[in-house]
């Protein structure tokens, strides 16, 4: 079966790739099981394994045991970490980054990521984002939120949109605003610790 090309860098072969590599690398002082790469990425468990494993024949990563599992972690001392981080900031970044900033916001109930980012992702759209857009939904407060945008500006190198919609106004849908945003693309966030 062929795999689709990833849609956020042309240096990396599948989306899935550039998931498992923005988890790794985003949050490279953790400890991954694949099982949970896997299902971040949206991807099958040996898929998963094979990206795994060239990126441990690549010495991108290192492995740690603990009885039969398997943990993954972005290998820091890698001469191409910091080039492989970036690229991946700009790419695939913003699914990794976004989630540890806003668990924990009180309020926030859901977390979509919409706009050309979303789009592309979707392939809905050859456009490179140049910012990227995040709806929150519940009652957030706007102070939290703008911080954890900015500090994801600096981890992405990007500028972070931030929208807020209440739960109503999302589950009703009658804004322009709500049925627009949910007529496109959308990359519901996991805001699951």
């Known amino acids: 079966m062929k795999v689709a090309a990833a849609k956020l860098s042309p240096l990396l072969k599948s989306d899935a790739q550039g998931l498992i590599l923005a988890e790794l690398f985003m949050n490279s002082d953790e400890l991954f099981s694949i099982s949970h790469l896997a299902q971040f990425a949206g991807t099958s468990l040996?898929?998963?394994?094979r990206e795994v494993d060239r990126l441990l024949d690549g010495q991108l990563v290192?492995?740690?045991?603990?009885?039969?599992?398997?943990?993954?972690?972005?290998n820091k001392e890698h001469l191409l970490f910091d080039s492989v981080s970036q690229i991946i900031a700009f790419s695939y970044g913003p699914a990794a980054v976004l989630p540890p900033l806003l668990i924990g916001l009180d309020g926030i109930e859901h977390a979509f990521l919409f706009?050309?980012?979303?789009?592309?992702?979707?392939?809905?759209?050859?456009?490179?984002?140049?910012?990227?857009?995040?709806?929150?939904?519940?009652?957030?407060?706007?102070?939290?939120?703008?911080?954890?945008?900015?500090?994801?500006e600096d981890l992405l190198g990007r500028e972070v949109n931030v929208q807020f919609a209440s739960a109503i106004e999302w589950q009703r849908g009658e804004s322009d605003f709500v049925r627009d945003i949910k007529q496109n693309a959308l990359v519901e966030l996991q805001l699951v610790p």
């Open 62 to 74: 290192i492995q740690k045991t603990s009885g039969r599992a398997r943990f993954i972690q972005a």
């Open 46 to 49: 040996p898929t998963a394994m």
């Open 115 to 152: 706009g050309v980012w979303a789009a592309r992702l979707s392939r809905q759209t050859a456009a490179a984002p140049k910012e990227v857009d995040l709806l929150l939904i519940g009652n957030v407060s706007r102070i939290e939120a703008s911080r954890a945008a900015a500090r994801a």
